[in-house]
């Protein structure tokens, strides 16, 4: 094959894309349509919860047009991070959507699903025998980590994921699988170079991002031929650039020059960017150093707690400088009420106008805002627990007294009744590590299904 | 030597996680020529980020320069990890402020091509 033509309808699978673009992007006759259907950012708790980020209804309707246009053509579809987190209840969600679409539409095809939840106790063995390394600042794990943790899934790399091409698959629903690999697998198994070849996923996977003005909720189209591959955007208001392209590489990565992936390295210290058309951007030089054993990266997240937040408003400029006089004597009052409960608790207390969004790392420290947004936190071990903390350390805060106090009447302006919101299950992650494997293929099994 | 705004040199002052560990800063400059300006400053070091978010320097992972995008990158350990308790930005994308304060000092020549 001289040039091989692939298509990403958008960002993230459920975000939408015009269907003019889509269109456009079939007209120029594509080899293969593949999406990214997830991410880590969205945090812990979906990969906990076992539930999307993206919804239902959105992932459906993206769905039945990328699958009524590939079966109708014969274009494999890629489907990578299935239900945005790509565990098993994820992954489900997914499989269950396609199975739906093809009835309703009356499509036949065969589906590979490749699974990418991994057992923690194997990951348990293979900590002891010394193959689960941190991936920096991630701390070494420990056994303990792994007693409390939830769900672990593994990213997969290209390998598993042409292993269902060769079968014969039409459709292919992957589990959590690294971003560019959708992209990359079909490119790879027609004998492109596979650093151009991930570097192009690594440009397609965030649909139309890479163009300006860029978008998540559009298509771009990818190229890739002997030495080189192309993007171009497939709505006329947007334009790759030499800089949107080169920019879109560095997004959401440490070092643009170095992107460790399954498998190997990705190095673009040579990597060449350069206008072709008005629209079109074309890089070469991108190579891939595969590791000398393989790595699989895992992520796993275990239980925090229950959260319930009360949400309030304060304008009183005297208890605005006093706020954090107040912090600490409703803290000391939950702690003294409940002392003899035996209750584990978070209380956490944001407060927007003053060091709410960037906490920690916040350098503006002396600032005396005119009013303050303040959410009071409590995650316990129970829903109930959370509930008590919160709801007794609002009541406290609305009435506690502070020096030069005048507005006896309440120091809280709620929005909201009921004040308090419950936040159910909170999880966190507690594992980030790689995994040494004897091959690419081992932590995900793969099931063909004739629909 | 004329110092200039760093809004005034890039086009791009973001912040993004880079997985739940990591805080990643891009600084996308205009043009060839500031991202030039920038790079010789000897402005863009693990000190002066450091110094920014007041964190120790070990905590600054790496400030590369990606020519291909005139582009200065730094990313820095996240105080928290992604949604754990106490997360305040669970994306990581609002914690570019610091950033707009940079000062860059720049060349005689470069005032002059700003002004033309």
């Known amino acids: 094959m001289e040039e091989m033509r692939i298509l990403s309808p958008t960002a993230i699978l459920g975000y939408g894309f015009p269907l003019e673009s889509f269109t456009e992007g079939l007209s120029q006759k594509p080899h293969v349509i593949a999406v990214d259907a997830g991410s880590t950012d969205p945090g812990p708790y979906y990969l906990g919860a076992g539930k999307s980020f993206t919804n239902r209804a959105a992932v459906k309707r993206d769905l039945e047009l990328i699958l009524e246009a590939a079966v109708e053509r014969k274009i494999p579809v890629l489907i990578g991070t299935a239900g945005g987190s790509g565990g098993e209840p994820h992954l489900k969600r997914d499989y269950d959507l396609i199975v739906e679409i093809a009835r309703e539409k009356g499509l036949h095809f065969t589906m590979a699903v490749i699974h990418a939840e991994v057992d923690k106790e194997q990951v348990r063995e293979a900590l002891r025998r010394g193959e689960v390394t941190p991936l920096y600042p991630a701390p070494p794990l420990k056994e303990e980590d792994l007693d409390t943790t939830f769900r672990v899934v593994g990213q997969m790399g290209f390998e598993p994921l042409i292993a269902a091409l060769e079968e014969g698959a039409q459709v292919i629903l992957a589990g959590r699988a690294y971003d560019p690999s959708v992209f990359a697998a079909p490119a790879i198994r027609?004998?492109?170079?596979?650093?151009l070849a991930i570097h192009l996923g690594k440009i397609l996977e965030c649909g139309a991002i890479a163009s300006s003005p860029g978008s998540g909720s559009d298509c771009l189209l990818g190229r890739v031929g002997p030495g080189y591959f192309e993007v171009e955007p497939l709505n006329p208001i947007r334009r790759c650039t030499v800089t949107s392209v080169s920019a879109h590489t560095l997004y959401e990565?440490?070092?643009?020059?170095?992107?460790?992936?399954?498998?190997?390295?990705?190095?673009?210290?040579?990597?060449?960017?350069e206008q072709v058309t008005e629209?079109?951007?074309?890089?070469?030089?991108?190579?891939?150093?595969?590791?000398?054993?393989?790595?699989?990266?895992?992520?796993?997240?275990?239980?925090?707690?229950?959260?319930?937040?009360?949400?309030?408003?304060?304008?009183?400029p005297i208890m605005v400088k006093k706020i954090d006089e107040v912090i600490t004597t409703v803290r000391e009052r939950v702690q003294d009420n409940f002392k003899e409960s035996g209750y584990q608790y978070f209380l956490d207390f944001k407060l927007y106008g003053r060091n709410g969004v960037m906490g920690r790392l916040e350098p503006e420290l002396n600032v005396i805002p005119h009013e303050l947004g303040i959410i009071i936190e409590a995650v316990g071990e129970t829903q109930d627990i959370a509930?008590?903390?919160?709801?007794?350390?609002?009541?406290?805060?609305?009435?506690?007294?502070?020096?030069?106090?005048?507005?006896?009447?309440?120091?809280?302006?709620?929005?909201?009744?009921?004040?308090?919101?419950?936040?159910?299950?909170?999880?966190?992650?507690?594992?980030?590590?790689?995994?040494?494997?004897?091959?690419?293929?081992?932590?995900?099994?793969?099931?063909l299904i004739n629909l | 030597m004329k110092k200039i705004n760093i809004t005034e040199l890039a086009s791009v002052v973001r912040s993004k996680n880079s997985g739940p560990y990591e805080l990643t800063f891009d600084i996308i400059f205009k043009d060839r020529a500031a991202f030039e300006q920038a790079r010789r400053s000897g402005v863009f070091t693990k000190e002066l980020i450091a110094g920014l978010y007041n964190i120790d320097i070990d905590k600054v992972i790496g400030v590369v320069e990606?020519?291909?995008?005139?582009?200065?990158?730094?990313?820095?350990?996240?105080?928290?990890?992604?949604?754990a308790l106490g997360e305040t930005d669970v994306y990581g994308a609002q914690q570019n402020a610091p950033l707009l304060s940079i000062e860059v000092p720049v060349s005689s020549d470069f005032v002059k091509y700003l002004d033309s």
């Open chain 2, 66 to 83: 990606f020519e291909a995008a005139n582009a200065i990158k730094a990313t820095i350990v996240r105080p928290v990890v992604s949604g």
């Open chain 1, 190 to 195: 027609a004998g492109f170079e596979p650093g």
């Open chain 1, 253 to 273: 990565k440490s070092n643009p020059l170095a992107l460790p992936g399954p498998g190997g390295l990705l190095e673009l210290k040579e990597a060449k960017f």
């Open chain 1, 279 to 316: 629209n079109r951007v074309r890089v070469t030089g991108s190579k891939f150093i595969p590791t000398d054993k393989y790595y699989i990266k895992l992520e796993g997240v275990k239980m925090a707690g229950y959260r319930t937040v009360s949400i309030a408003g304060c304008r009183d």
């Open chain 1, 387 to 447: 509930d008590t903390i919160c709801s007794f350390a609002r009541s406290t805060m609305l009435h506690s007294g502070y020096s030069g106090r005048m507005a006896t009447a309440g120091n809280l302006a709620f929005p909201y009744s009921p004040s308090d919101f419950k936040g159910g299950a909170v999880y966190q992650f507690s594992v980030y590590h790689l995994i040494e494997v004897n091959n690419p293929y081992s932590l995900f099994p793969m099931k």
